[in-house]
């Protein structure tokens, strides 16, 4: 594990200025000519600099803050990553909430202006569509009610943190506080920061659960192209998880004592099911593209997370590896930290490193003096939309007329007049069609899933329809305590009492001890339905669709040191189909899992593992939608020598997506024309691309039927499985030579696949000199969708990097300082500051930086030191 160096100051010039997927970013175009040049004068005398340099944080020296009680120590390493040391829990986070605050206080007030739907208050009237849909959420409202609902001693942890952050900005102000705000008061200079709360933390929980949702896309996907295909094209459009062919997470399901019970020793795993095995073959040094092993995880949001048995590593304590996939941001998502009580005791017991959110107390991924946990999303089903009947202000609950609950909130407009919204509620949440065009388009063509009549489902009574949103994370949670009781657990009993109060996102959670045990744990609050299994909308007016309440925490999928040596989650199936409760149609369709497990015993045959082994796993590019195609396209010829020469750099790939191999350039343009041509290209009824993981599967299932009618386009005058193969490879040769020139040799992946490092707010504001300021250079990468290195792109709008391994650790259980970690850009928020994006690089490599956790191993890398004290 390698340290990286630190990056340049300077940015890049020609930092990428292509758009960002909607619902990934909020882009701002608020900003006029003007603004342009009055930045352009502020670089020209120099003052732009000053100011930059204003908001960096102070790192060495002493700083008397009110509101301490204690001294406490902030130690920075080279990545300026810090360590924090306090004599109480309570000076711990204040202090957590100073240093966040220091970091990343522009990122912290734009999440909250996010979360409770105010960012016309910072941006104008350009962000009043996506005031309207959050404040309709009501994510703001629900935090505040969490809060109220928290114990004392856990409202004191956030209270304590919300007091650092306010000490911070006590002393700073405008661009004092971050560079961002000079550049806002160019459009809106009214703007002053507010105070920082408890519910501006738990707020961002929120956010981080609607960006973990799971399968709406997918209900809303087949809800709007339902008029347009039969039910046997949905079915097959829309395939179950291949349970056949790739594994689940939890093939065999421990039985423990319930949760606060005694376990009157050491918990025993008890099974009922045999565990899934997965086989992988090679021929003549090529992967073979076996239909077995072929699919992908697609280009949305996601996760690895797998924990090795001290029985199979060279240690002989356990190994757990992580890195979720999320949106790309500038800066990255999250914050590396540690957080030390100089005396670990009952009123101070936290010894706890990893990552967590800006604005947000505590460590969310990590681990203590005692465990490890890793996260990944769950995929389970935790959103329904109902279809509802309205009149007027009521609307048709079996067979009557109810009122429907209505709030009017008022949205603030920078320059511009304030907007009266009237939100409306039915029994099951918000109606949200109105806010977005894909659920007005589901409300004025209404299909549900226990029938099959449009316009006016079956029982359906008098009324216009509407679309409401039945979602988990509307309804106060304990997510916020579970925060602080996995910082502090020690052993399984205690981590499984914090996934109880992980209720909402839904995550699969990894586990591993200095003792040698492993483990998992399915958390949240996952529904019980009624009729219908949520895939597409519900008949609101009828009862009988509603949710009858939540699956028990003691009956979720649980496991406890299996005999197989190992955990493997990567957002495939948990468990089996004969689990008796209803989870999800839309898992993850399992490609990574299988790949990464058989990683794993591939290694553990040729020796015991390694924290490098976790590493080189992590970063695997092996790309099996490209092992198919290569496959069917094998002795394939289409006549053209162009392509014919694109198609044999297939025959002696290694089906790996390397950044530099010319190969896995074309092989994933091939993919996309295929795709194209199969499902949009002449269609009079397009098929989404969003999953491309489905669409593999889908894809794959016609390879073996040349039969079907998806082979024919009248539109693109192909008739047939050949005419398609030899149409969508020529396709691929002439859109790959007009990105990267005619000469094979000169394509690479890497390049075409870059991901653009862009502000999550002024660098998409149209406005060059300021976007130059923000952005950074696109970075070419390996990987991309069905990899575990899972570099996702979206079909149909290029190939550049849109989500990523936001983070990576291997965390060693014998010995945490010989653990790693990374994530996408650095610690700082502040652009120019030398930790803005000095890990990028590292990530890129897919290498990871020595993590020190020991008092002794913080002090060696320390190298700046800031003493916070108790004002006078």
């Given amino acids: 594990m390698l340290k990286p160096s630190p990056a340049s100051d300077a940015p890049d010039a020609e930092a990428s200025q292509r758009r960002r997927p909607l619902g ?35 790192l060495d020296g002493e700083i ?49 202006h996010v979360t409770s739907g105010r960012l016309a208050e910072l941006f104008g009237e350009s962000q009043l569509p996506t005031d309207r849909f959050l404040r309709t959420l009501g994510w703001r409202e629900v935090a505040e009610q969490e809060v109220e609902a928290l114990d004392e001693t856990t409202l004191g942890y956030y209270e304590a943190y919300a007091a650092g952050v306010n000490a911070f900005l006590a002393e700073n102000t405008g661009a004092d506080a971050s560079f961002e705000y000079a550049v806002l008061g160019l459009q809106n200079s009214e703007y002053e920061i507010e105070p920082w709360t408890p519910a501006d933390s738990v707020a961002w929980l929120k956010a981080m659960a609607w960006d973990l949702r799971s399968n709406i896309e997918e209900e809303t996907e087949r809800a709007v192209i339902a008029s347009d295909f039969s039910p046997e094209q949905i079915r097959e459009l829309y395939p179950a998880y291949p349970y056949d062919r790739n594994p689940v997470i939890v093939p065999s399901i421990s039985t423990l004592p ?18 899934a095995s997965v086989d992988w073959a090679e021929v003549d040094g090529v992967v073979a593209a076996v239909s077995a092993l072929v699919g992908g995880v697609g280009e949305g949001i996601g996760s690895n997370s797998w924990v ?77 939309l109902y279809l509802e009947k309205i009149e007027g202000d009521e609307y048709w609950r079996d067979g009557e007329l109810v009122p429907l609950e209505t709030r009017t909130e008022t949205l603030k407009v920078a320059g511009g007049e304030d907007e009266e919204l009237v939100i409306r509620s039915t029994v099951h949440g918000p109606i949200i069609s109105g806010l977005t065009d894909d659920y007005t388009a589901i409300a004025e063509d209404p299909w549900t899933g226990s029938t099959r009549e449009v316009a006016q489902p079956e029982g359906a009574p008098d009324g216009e329809y509407a679309v409401s949103l039945r979602w988990t994370a509307l309804t ?57 299994d949520g895939s597409m909308p519900q008949p609101g007016w009828d009862s009988a669709y509603d949710w009858q309440g939540f699956i028990p925490f003691d009956e979720l999928p649980v496991v406890y040191n299996p005999d197989e040596g190992y955990i493997v989650t990567a957002n495939n199936a ?47 590019d092996l790309f099996f939608l490209g092992l198919r195609l290569s496959g069917a396209y094998a002795e394939f010829e289409t006549g053209d020598e162009g392509a014919d020469a694109a198609l044999d750099l297939l025959r002696t790939w290694d089906a790996q997506n390397d950044a530099d191999s ?49 082979w024919t386009n009248d539109a693109l005058d192909v008739d047939g499985q050949e005419q398609m193969l030899k149409r969508s490879a020529i396709d691929a040769y002439e859109r790959l030579v007009q990105l990267q020139g005619d000469n094979p040799a000169r394509w690479n992946w890497g390049s075409l696949h870059a991901l653009p490092l862009v502000s999550d707010t002024f660098g998409s504001s149209g406005i060059a000199p300021i976007e130059w300021l923000f952005n950074r250079a696109a970075v070419p990468v390996g990987g991309g969708s069905s990899v ?84 006078s």
């Fill in 308 to 384: 090795v048995s001290g029985d199979l590593t060279e240690t002989g304590r356990p190994l757990l590896a992580n890195d979720p996939h999320l949106g790309a941001s500038l800066p990255s998502v999250w914050h590396q930290i540690g957080l030390s009580c100089r005396a670990t005791t009952p009123e101070c017991p936290f010894d706890v490193a990893g990552f967590g959110f800006s604005g947000v107390p505590g460590v969310i991924i990590g681990h203590n003096d005692r465990i490890a946990w890793g996260f990944t999303n769950l995929t389970t089903d935790v959103t329904d």
């Fill in 24 to 58: 990934r970013t909020i882009g701002i175009t608020v900003y006029s000519v003007i603004a342009g040049l009055v930045v352009i004068a502020l670089i020209a005398v120099g003052t732009v600099v000053f100011t930059i340099q204003r908001s960096f944080p102070q």
């Fill in 662 to 710: 010319p190969a896995a350039a074309y092989a994933n343009v091939l993919w996309e024309e295929l795709a194209q041509n199969l499902f949009v290209e002449g269609r009079e009824h397009p098929v989404p691309l969003t999953d491309q993981a489905r669409l593999f599967l889908v894809v794959d299932g016609l390879l073996d039927d040349p039969e079907s009618e998806w």
């Fill in 64 to 112: 008397a803050v009110a509101g301490l009680t204690g001294e406490v120590t902030v130690q920075r390493d080279v990545l300026g990553i810090p360590t924090i040391t306090a004599d109480t829990s309570e000076d711990l986070f204040f202090a957590q909430g100073f240093v966040h605050a220091q970091d990343r206080f522009w990122e912290m007030d734009f999440r909250r």
């Fill in 788 to 871: 575990v290195n899972a570099t996702g792109w979206s079909m149909g709008e290029g190939f550049e990097t849109v989500t990523v391994p936001s983070m990576r650790m291997v965390i060693d259980l014998a010995d945490f300082d010989a653990s790693g970690w990374n994530h996408l850009t650095g610690t700082s928020g502040h652009t120019f500051h030398p930790n803005y994006y000095d890990q990028t690089e590292t990530w890129r490599k897919a290498e990871l930086t020595p993590w020190a956790f020991s008092r002794a191993a913080v002090d060696e890398a320390t190298t700046n030191t800031l003493t916070l004290t108790p004002a």
């Fill in 258 to 275: 319930a949760v606060g019970a005694s376990s009157g020793g050491t918990e025993s795993a008890e099974t009922r099911t045999a565990a």
């Fill in 476 to 532: 106060p949670a304990t997510t916020p305590s579970a925060i602080f009781t996995l910082n502090r657990a020690q052993n399984f009993a205690d981590f499984r009492a914090a996934a109880r109060l992980f209720t909402v996102p839904a995550q699969n959670l990894v586990y591993a001890d200095v003792d040698g045990n492993i483990g998992y744990q399915t958390p949240g609050s996952l529904p019980i339905r009624g009729d219908g």
């Fill in 574 to 620: 948990i468990v089996g189909k004969d689990y008796p409760h209803f989870l999800t149609r839309d898992w993850d369709y399992g490609w990574r899992a299988a790949r990464i497990t058989d990683l794993l015993e591939r290694k553990a045959v040729n020796g015991p593992l390694t924290a490098a082994d976790m590493l080189d796993i992590q970063s695997d």
